[in-house]
């Protein structure tokens, strides 16, 4: 395998530290190793997954110590964070994302190396999550100048802003290991809140690069980075009661047994992206090129490994043969490389992915489907070749489980009910691609259809960008909704200063102004 030189690895990257309370602490218990499950020679030559290097596999008491510093930057709402101008919490993040830019090189290779993401997703991912936080940036002033003002109704006036919650526990999921936990770190801090962030299990080192461009823009304790197993250092800091803020991107198996360690349940706020099994509805007079594309980019980019991705595709019967001979050709014509060739198809994270899917593909073939691609279900190493499979039906266990990988399954329909009474009936309701033309057809469907999810996507992919628009899901695919705008909101609460309308009153709102005693009693207006 030729690995073209900027991305070619040298010495193991050995990251031997961690950010708790403002310091860089040099680590000296074990260490976990960070393998890539791309193959290359090994010291004997034979060819075996990569070894990228290791990261601190922390305890309890380091995990708690990280708790403690977010607790103590909070200070019971008297810390300077959340106590701080608005414009001085948005300079701490500018400088971040000057910072964060400088190693953008670094994060992109290791994006590729640790999770098979292909060259031109990893670079998306990067400036994304860039563009995130100068958006985050912007909304942030524009909420602040909306609310730079007093209101006087029924002899109160009041003064309304948007303030922090208090310490949020921040996790992060593989697939998107940049963008999406930084979708809820950066919303999260920049409110006034304090964090303890601890990276995806995949997708760990990439994030080592980021440390001293968070250690030198933030006061301590604002933001702690600890790595380590979730159920060592995150059982432990959830069972405290102390964080206010679960804020998870992951399944909702993880959520709930977090959520339920917490002591005073009814005091922790969620902000949960979960698991989804996102269908493709295919009508009758659906334009099959486009629809072919789209289902291709919908199943298949990395790899269906996006909790966005196609995961079942309905196909009326009355356009289901030609439908699946397309889109059957288009899956085997789909070409495996490594991440720097930027094939749609790249290597698996996950060592256990391949015989998972295999696992699907088994139980949906021993209960009569078969596989209609030539090369679906080929193994090779950390790889299976996307099967399509068909028919599908509901006793089929690609039919119920969040496949997260590469497996198609498809059903096929004659009566709209079944579709829409799956998805009724189904644990998720994150959104759909609906394909067709007739608006006679297309009209009441989109009407029911946006009752059982959040985003109905008409003749496209389902994805959760532009960032500006609501990502959220109905039953186990969510709790809260992300956007630039929304997750400010979701990792905020409404408060408000009060006062009855007299002179006196009116005078110390005055002084208050004049003399700026108070961050929170301000009509400046931020550029
Ligand atoms: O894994 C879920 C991601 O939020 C999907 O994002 O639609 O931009 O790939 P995407």
């Known amino acids: ?27 000296d218990g074990p260490n976990a190793d960070v393998y890539s499950s791309i193959q290359t020679p090994n010291e004997s030559g034979d060819l075996a997954p990569t070894h990228l290097g290791s ?7 380091h995990a708690l110590k990280a708790l403690d510093a977010a607790t103590s930057a909070f200070d019971k709402g008297k810390g300077d964070w959340p106590t701080m101008k608005v414009a001085d919490r948005i300079a701490c993040m500018e400088r971040f994302v000057v910072l964060m830019k400088q190693q953008r090189a670094a994060v992109v ?13 990893s670079e998306k991912e990067f400036d994304r999550t860039v563009d995130y936080i100068d958006d985050t940036i912007n909304e942030y002033k524009s909420i602040d100048r909306d609310s730079a003002k007093f209101h006087n109704h029924g002899g109160v006036y009041a003064h309304i802003r948007r303030g922090p919650i208090g310490v949020v526990l921040c996790l992060g999921p593989y697939n998107y290991p940049l963008n999406e936990t930084f979708a809820l770190l950066i919303p999260a801090i920049i409110m006034g809140n304090t964090a303890i962030f601890k990276p995806a299990k995949h997708g760990v080192l990439l ?18 980075i600890v790595f380590g197993r979730g159920r060592t250092v995150a059982t432990p800091i959830m069972e405290t009661g102390k964080v206010d803020v679960l804020a998870l991107i992951g399944h909702s198996s993880s959520a709930l047994s977090l959520q339920d360690l917490h002591p005073k349940k009814n005091r922790l706020r969620l902000v949960l992206g979960l698991e989804a099994k996102n269908p493709a509805i295919i ?7 486009k629809t072919v594309q789209e289902c291709i980019s919908g199943t298949l980019s990395f790899n269906g490994q996006r909790c966005t991705a196609l995961k079942i595709l309905y196909v009326h019967e009355d356009i289901k043969d030609a439908f699946l001979e397309k889109f059957t050709k288009a899956v085997d014509a789909q070409k495996f490389g490594m991440p720097w060739e930027n094939t749609l198809l790249t290597p698996l994270p996950e060592p256990n992915k391949p015989a998972y899917i295999q696992e699907l593909i088994d139980d949906a073939k021993e209960k009569g489907a078969k596989v209609l691609n030539e090369k679906g279900g080929t193994h090779s190493t950390n790889y299976i070749f996307p099967a399509v499979l068909y028919p599908v039906t509901r006793d089929m266990r690609v039919y119920e489980e969040e496949q997260f990988g590469p ?9 709209i009910d079944t579709p829409l009474d799956d998805m009724a009936a189904s644990m998720y309701g994150q959104q759909v691609s609906l394909f067709g033309k007739n608006v006679d057809k297309l009209g009441p469907l989109i009407d029911t259809l946006s009752n059982l999810v959040c985003r ?16 959220t899901g109905r039953k186990n695919s969510a709790v809260s909704t992300l956007s ?13 200063v009060a006062t009855k309308d007299n002179e006196d009153n009116k005078e110390i709102l005055r002084e208050l102004l004049d003399t700026h005693k108070s961050n929170f009693i301000s009509t400046d207006y931020l550029l």
């Not at 497996?407 to 009566?415: A, E, L």
């Open 109 to 121: 290779k290791l994006l590729m190396w640790e999770i098979g993401k292909n060259l031109q997703d």
């Open 55 to 61: 990261v601190p596999d922390m305890d309890q008491a």
């Open 207 to 224: 994030i080592a690069p980021l440390l001293k461009a968070f250690k030198e823009s933030f006061p301590p304790g604002v933001v702690n």
């Open 283 to 289: 009508l009758p007079d659906a334009d099959l090129d």
């Open 1 to 27: 395998m030729n690995v073209p030189a900027e991305f070619a690895l040298g010495k193991p990257y050995h990251h031997n530290s961690f950010l708790i309370n403002g310091d860089l602490t040099l680590w």
């Open 484 to 496: 630039v705008r929304d997750a400010l909101r979701s990792f905020s609460i409404r408060t408000f």
């Open 407 to 415: 497996v198609i399954p498809v059903v096929s329909f004659t009566d």
């Open 456 to 471: 109905v996507n008409l003749n496209s992919a389902c994805q959760r960008g532009p960032d500006v628009y609501p990502f």
